[in-house]
């Protein structure tokens, strides 16, 4: 993925041909090494296809798995009805903090324009 990556960005950059040095280039200036037999598949099989139509006919490829899924998991049933004083007490113990005053931004604090 990572070889795509940074074959897509070349492409966008410019240059409609990136050859496997490209790619490792580009790959090495961000710290990530490239995988040199998966990057030369990549590239044998990108050599002299039109970048478009090779998206084009991914996007039909994914077309046919849908994108319908099925609905979420149901809800949790309700817990029984004992333990109502215990929710009671440990909302009581919950206390909230105040934010420190607001001060200004610029370390000014005289309130003048800027």
């Not at 490792?24 to 970048?51: C, F, H, P, R, Y």
Request: glycine share 24%; no cysteine; net charge negative.
């Amino acid at each position: 993925m990572k070889h795509m990556a940074a074959y897509l960005m070349l492409v966008l950059g410019g240059n409609d041909s990136p050859s496997a040095a490209d790619v490792t280039a580009a790959l090495s200036s961000v710290g990530i090494e490239a995988d040199a037999d998966a990057l030369n598949n990549l590239i044998s099989e990108l050599e002299g296809k039109d970048l478009e139509e090779v998206l084009a006919s991914g996007n039909e490829l994914l077309a046919k798995f849908g994108s319908g899924g099925g609905g979420g998991g149901g809800g949790g049933g309700g817990g029984g009805g004992e333990g109502g004083e215990q929710a009671a007490a440990k909302e009581e113990e919950v206390v909230e903090e105040e934010a420190p005053p607001a001060t200004d931004m610029f370390g000014g604090g005289d309130g003048g324009d800027y």
